[in-house]
């Protein structure tokens, strides 16, 4: 098993910038994909960003292209979503996935219990 948790949200302001974390913790060893959802109140869930780890290698949704980052810390198996440009839409509980190397196709395997950020106006 894999164990996610998220930390890092809060209440911001539109244009500023927060980082969410996600550390990851038991069978890491397992573990081909981290990535970042959110969902939004009244909304589905919502496919953010994801990163590849063995090779650093990251995609990213259309909305949150040239404003969201997603960087590792491989020594602590550390996931960050670095977040600029903030705005009211992206308002939502944000959530830690990951996929575990046998997995086919777009499925995660594992969740974080989520963070929530709010952006005011």
């Known amino acids: 098993q894999v164990q996610l948790v998220e930390s890092g949200g809060g209440l911001v302001q539109a244009g500023d910038s927060l980082r969410l974390s996600c550390a990851a913790s038991g069978r890491t060893f397992s573990v081909s994909v981290m990535a970042w959802f959110r969902q939004a109140p009244g909304k589905e869930r919502e496919f953010v960003g994801a990163l590849t780890w063995s090779s650093g290698t990251t995609n990213y949704a259309n909305s949150v292209k040239g404003r969201f980052t997603i960087s590792r810390d491989t020594a602590n198996y550390t996931v960050y979503l670095h977040m600029n440009s903030l705005k009211v839409e992206d308002t939502a509980v944000y959530y830690c996935?990951?996929?575990?190397?046998?997995?086919?196709?777009?499925?995660?395997?594992?969740w974080g219990p989520g963070t929530q950020v709010t952006v005011s106006s």
């Open positions: 996935a990951a996929r575990r190397a046998g997995t086919i196709g777009f499925r995660y395997d594992y």
